[in-house]
T-cell receptor, first 116, second 110 residues
Framework: NAGVTQTPKFQVLKTGQSMTLQCAQD?????MSWYRQDPGMGLRLIHY???????DQGEVPNGYNVSRSTTEDFPLRLLSAAPSQTSVYFC???????????????FGEGSRLTVL | GEDVEQSLFLSVREGDSSVINCTYT??????LYWYKQEPGAGLQLLTY?????DMKQDQRLTVLLNKKDKHLSLRIADTQTGDSAIYFC??????????FGKGTRLHILP
């Protein structure tokens, strides 16, 4: 199993450019989420989805869009990149059991984005 | 909003026990977690505890939960060089969001 796959691993953008960070999981997980990790700030939740067709905002959603048309994919779009969006981005997925959702997250390896 | 606080650094001698502490604010948290991040990698779940438990032990790891004080700790017995990493405390809030602390960097002294 590939688990959670993020592409690209590295990207450099100029201010104002747009791009999409891709995230795919092959574990049939209902829950998917995007975090950004900045030095001294830990991980902050950008957007999350509890199933196909459903998305919701996290702690820092401004400047980012997401969609969830399939269970497997959860792309993160930057419509007009800003230097403040320079960060390492992590996609994570999770699953429910008969007892409910434990919240165990499976992380991708990260995408390092630099905005000049 | 919810907040998860933990100290940023901890240095421990090899073979000693490491204790990483965390406080959280959301009294409705149902699950609390400890994740480990090694350099250049994503986070991996180490262990989690349900909010109606006081303690959970898993090999060298012991998690203690004081729900009254909203305090969570992770004890690593017989700390090894391979334990050097950043450790994140996290909680699941009432909206099913997972909120992370800033992470504690564990440094192992020879």
């Amino acid at each position: 199993n590939a688990g959670v796959t993020q592409t690209p691993k590295f990207q450099v953008l100029k201010t104002g450019q747009s791009m999409t960070l891709q995230c795919a999981q092959d574990m049939n997980h209902e829950y998917m989420s995007w975090y950004r990790q900045d030095p001294g700030m830990g991980l902050r939740l950008i957007h999350y989805s509890v199933g196909a067709g459903i998305t919701d905002q996290g702690e820092v959603p401004n400047g980012y869009n997401v969609s969830r048309s399939t269970t497997e994919d959860f792309p993160l779009r930057l419509l007009s990149a800003a230097p403040s969006q320079t960060s390492v981005y992590f996609c994570a997925s999770s699953y429910s059991t008969a007892g409910g959702w434990t919240g165990e997250l499976f992380f991708g390896e990260g995408s390092r984005l630099t905005v000049l | 909003g919810e907040d998860v606080e933990q100290s940023l650094f901890l240095s421990v001698r090899e073979g000693d026990s490491s204790v990483i502490n965390c406080t959280y604010t959301d009294s409705s948290s149902t699950y609390l977690y400890w994740y480990k991040q090694e350099p250049g990698a994503g986070l991996q779940l180490l262990t989690y505890i349900f909010s109606n438990m006081d303690m959970k032990q898993d090999q060298r790891l012991t998690v203690l939960l004081n729900k009254k004080d909203k305090h969570l700790s992770l004890r690593i017995a017989d700390t090894q060089t391979g334990d050097s990493a950043i450790y994140f405390c996290a909680e699941k809030d009432r909206d099913d969001k997972i909120i992370f602390g800033k992470g504690t960097r564990l440094h192992i002294l020879p």
